[in-house]
């Protein structure tokens, strides 16, 4: 058997046999890590209570002579890079649970405004940016990961240079470029991406105060990508994106590994 996933041919784990077992060669990708690692720094909304924790529960010899180390685990859903499910801003829509695999998997594009955001960190992804990448690189397909450089990750895990406001508890002073509404209705209504994911820490510019982005793709059932890193290493067009979060039963997000696969 085979899986197709947004024009990827996968091996299925019920049919490991001779043939099926070489079908994907790493030796062929370049892989890029899309994530950024998960510690005392990692940036969450500034209203969030709470942040990450790791305490230790065990870490050395056991009295059996064996070594053994383990963790627990404290994380709200939303902070480092992360997943939103559509149920962030859809009433009714789909938990982090209940993506299917096809809008996590997918062949990608990259849109590049970093140039424009480092003179306007409100700036927001525009129609005529859309029209300008279409133009050079062929109409966006349905089905497409969209992601958006802004050249943002640069400044993590720095709370003032990445959120423009550092107050704890207050997200009104804050200034990120992200996607713009008008861009957003595009590539959601009319390309009907797989998903959206930006650099940054959200979909929404930071001075948004209706998170309009985050309703029209929870609307579509498109889940978003936040806070991604090292998207100046992904091509324009040709990758192959791997957005896997935590499976949280009802979640309305979580911490997400993301990978990009470039073709050599």
Not at 195 to 223: E, N, R, T, W, Y
Request: charged share 20%; with cysteine.
């Amino acid at each position: 058997m085979r899986l197709f996933v947004a024009g990827l041919v996968v091996a299925s784990a019920c049919a490991r046999t001779p043939e099926s077992a070489g079908t994907l060669d790493l030796a062929r990708y370049d892989l890029i890590d899309l994530t950024h690692s998960f510690n005392a720094q990692t940036i969450y909304w500034p209203t969030s209570t709470k942040t990450f924790e790791h305490p230790q529960q065990s870490f050395g010899k056991t009295p059996g002579g064996w070594f053994y180390s383990s963790y627990e685990l404290s994380t709200p859903e939303h902070g480092g890079t992360h997943l939103d499910a559509p149920i962030h801003f859809g009433e009714g829509k789909e938990t982090a649970d209940q993506i299917p695999l096809s809008r996590l998997i997918a062949k990608a594009v990259v849109i590049d405004v970093s140039a424009k955001a480092d003179s306007n960190r409100d700036y927001q992804l525009t129609p005529d940016d859309v029209t300008a990448f279409e133009r050079e690189h062929g109409e966006i397909a349905q089905g497409t990961i969209v992601l958006l450089r802004t050249g943002w990750s640069r400044k993590y895990p720095d709370k003032l240079a990445y959120l423009g406001d550092n107050t704890p508890g207050d997200a009104s002073k804050l200034h990120f470029p992200s996607f713009g509404p008008d861009a957003g209705r595009i590539l959601i209504e009319q390309r009907r991406v797989a998903a959206l994911g930006v650099d940054a820490a959200s979909i929404d510019i930071g001075a948004s105060k209706d998170f309009m982005v985050h309703q029209l793709a929870a609307g579509s059932s498109v889940p978003g990508f936040e806070n991604l890193t090292n998207l100046d290493l992904v091509p324009a067009t040709g990758a192959i994106i791997v957005a896997l979060p935590m499976k949280i039963e009802g979640g309305s997000g979580g911490p997400l590994r993301a990978i990009a696969m470039i073709p050599r």
